[in-house]
């Protein structure tokens, strides 16, 4: 399997690379039509693309022989920091091309990583309908599903016959080409149901349209200030391409489709892998959440990391204080001190698994809160089959390096060290999750220094009382 | 935000958990005509994960309790490792039933996770038609968009007239009513484009289909043998819904849908997760690649984490052997072992953010092979920002415990292991994919017991070299 995906990537990174250079050479050589005529043959997706990969300077170059009515559609696919930069090396009339043709969800994604002064003022380059109607956006909660919602959908009346509702549809705009669920609102504008296009193809047109609506069809929405992972989870489960989002008053207010659920659901799984390796995340003041590890400059990287290094340097010196309490054990017998990392790593290592596979069957839904008594049990039961096989595994090397004794004692303690950390590295994202923290915050470094420090203190303890030290 | 996950997650548990158990209280009484009423006004998802919820027995007998035209539809809703439970518990007409009406991507995804004999027995079952296509579909290789897609799509030819094709699309049965894109073959069935379905609607009915395709609409489709997660950046990097695949000539060969790849993504992320993870992965002869936590037998999570153990104490032992090295001098200042974990962790911790950040870059394709060189520039240059950081911090410990001496080790050796372990972290990862291993290999614990043993050479050929011992 990973010879095919290298292959394939390998082909797609040369038909790019290719591509790159031509469009390079065509803008330093100052051939603009040629170039005109290369973009005008290349999806905006790969405009994004390629310009990505530019240099600074040639990128703002590049971006200024795009025609106008296409800018925005290119801008929306361009990452979120390169955007902040391009923004920034406008005058406010390349802002107004850009910002009033952007579509609802791209300009609140956008507005949304910008200091409140500059939105303003952006707002202020719009039309007043789109100021209005981004003003509403960025009204609801970050990260909800009114953020991600897009106002523009097509709703037909209950009572209109097919014919009708066919006929409005051929008269909208080709802005709603893709547009394949038509929603049903009743007189007062309350979403009724919501309808495949080619059910009304294939309908009678003198019936009402009340007639496409099938039974056993309940109507699945999601209120505008849910969290937009609960989008994720609700489309996913009912395999929908497009979500009705809804006020508390079941008003129909716009429709989250499946490609920002795609977006979301990476994103979502970024920040917990991140978090997993205490990586700093969420609004570290760069108004970004999600970083280009390409494109972040080395002080974010810095700020993103220095904070967890510095707290599990205090967890540490808690470890170093407790092999303090042992000096005397080290002194009289250095022999435990080579087994020292085998014993405590054993640890960290069986913990950071168990807190793997909890995070992520939480993040999923594959386990829930209620269900940590019988996890824990079942841990339990793993933990211990996987102590008593290290055990084993280590009690041969203790043979070898300090005799009877010392193999005793680091086989007892890999045990009870595989089968703590396993417990801690279990335990501690039901905890995070009761006390509101993200799960995902018992990362791989933070239950590796727990399980080692709890790790010296069982080992020396052992090797105290069996060794009589 | 987590407030707001919270909330939403506890209001949904509990209808869940009320719904639960009306539905155990129908069951276990007996109320057919109730249940059957209950059922009819469930989605085949909710009723799938109600079944889910039940012990193995209620979830049998539920499950009979279906029409037999739903059932299809919610075991295909069901996780694997229970279809297959319910698979073992049915006689051949039950099973006839149910494979004979499953969509065709969901069959091949059931006997993917089947051995041969029962597959072939089963394939028995179908009807001759459905069992040549299942036949093709299994055909292609494993996590292939060949395995993934459905061979259910609508094509229309090029020359025909818009008023034709609408006709056409008309006389389909119900199964193509979510059926939003129309796809447009030439006399040889070669595949000439894609038509979103609200084009026909608003076309003029004597034109020809051709006349629907828009200039700048290059087609992207996805051969049979690539890889199921290029479709995954395919549809996202395009924002498509759907997918045409093909074989080298060009001949549609069936369709990838959005819900599928929101599947794959999500399987590809846990993956990723649990690699990181030092959780095993891909086929341990159970036939599930990604197991439920919940549901797994402890048995199986101990196959899948047993092997990583075993290989990390190896690398612990080389840890253990080159403290053994510098017995001496411990035995000479004893001191030095209380700044041990503090030191060697550091690197760990420091390498694990960095692997982390890399296999997640690798994975989203933020980053690519070819990078790596500027990516090690700019690593170098955080981690001795953040080694100095560190080493600030814990020369102050060093001061109080040690010394003036000792805090100079303790520094220098805190810039040395942060700067190396971060550097392991993040070559790793590049490594791993240039031998064609998974970047995710480079897990936190191989990270963390590779920086430790580093980590413990450099600190104490430091102190040795600085305290002359």
Do not use: C
Not at 141 to 168: H, N, W
């Amino acid at each position: 399997m990973n010879d095919r995906i290298d292959l394939v990537e390998e082909s797609f990174m040369q038909t790019e690379e290719a591509r790159l250079n031509e469009f390079v050479q065509l803008l330093h050589s100052n051939q603009h039509e040629r170039l005109a005529e290369q973009l005008a043959a290349t999806r905006a997706q790969d405009i994004a693309f390629l310009l990505m990969e530019l240099e600074e300077a040639d990128r703002f170059a590049a971006f200024k022989h795009l025609p106008q009515e296409r800018r925005a559609d290119v801008f929306s696919h361009i990452d979120k920091s390169q955007q902040l930069a391009l923004l920034a090396s406008w005058n406010d009339d390349d802002k107004r091309v850009v910002l009033s043709n952007l579509l609802p969800d791209d300009l609140t994604d956008l507005l949304e990583a910008l200091p409140k002064e500059q939105v303003e003022h952006l707002l202020r380059l719009l039309p007043q309908k789109a100021m209005r109607r981004a003003m509403t956006l960025l009204g609801y909660p970050a990260d909800s599903a009114g953020r991600l919602m897009t106002p523009d959908y097509f709703a037909v009346k209950a009572d209109q016959t097919i014919g009708e509702a066919l006929e409005a549809i051929r008269n909208q705009t080709d802005r709603y080409e893709t547009v394949n669920t038509i929603f049903v609102v009743d007189d007062n504008q309350l979403l009724v149901n919501m309808i495949p296009l080619r059910r009304f193809v294939s309908g009678a047109p003198e019936d009402s349209v009340s007639t496409l609506i099938k039974d056993e069809e309940s109507l699945v929405t999601i209120g505008v200030s849910a969290d937009e992972a609960e989008a994720v989870r609700i489309m996913r489960h009912y395999d929908l391409s497009v979500l009705p989002v809804v006020d508390p008053g079941n008003h129909l207010l716009g429709i989250v489709t499946v490609d920002d659920v795609l977006d979301v659901a990476e994103e979502e799984a970024t920040e917990d892998f991140q978090r997993m390796g205490a990586v700093g995340h969420g609004d570290d003041g760069s108004g970004l959440f999600n970083i280009s590890l390409r494109d972040a400059r080395p002080s974010l990287l810095y700020r993103k990391r220095i904070g967890w290094l510095l707290i599990l340097v205090f967890v540490n010196v808690f470890g170093g204080a407790a092999i303090a309490q042992f000096e005397d054990a080290i002194e009289a017998l250095v022999v435990l001190v080579f087994f020292l990392p085998l014993v405590i790593d054993s640890g960290g290592n069986a913990g950071t698994q168990s807190a793997t596979l909890m995070v992520r069957a939480l993040a999923t839904g594959d386990v829930k809160l209620s269900n940590w008594l019988k996890l824990f049990t079942k841990e339990l039961s793993v933990a211990a089959a996987l102590g008593i096989t290290m055990a084993v595994a280590v009690a041969a090397v203790g043979l070898w390096r300090g005799g009877m004794e010392v193999a005793l004692v680091v086989a007892i303690s890999m045990i009870l060290v595989v089968v703590v950390g396993s417990l801690i590295g279990m335990l501690l994202p039901f905890i995070f999750t009761r006390i509101k923290l993200d799960p995902a915050t018992a990362s791989g470094p933070l239950i590796t220094s727990i399980a080692d420090l709890s790790g010296i203190v069982m080992y020396f303890s052992v090797a105290t009382a069996i060794l009589n030290l």
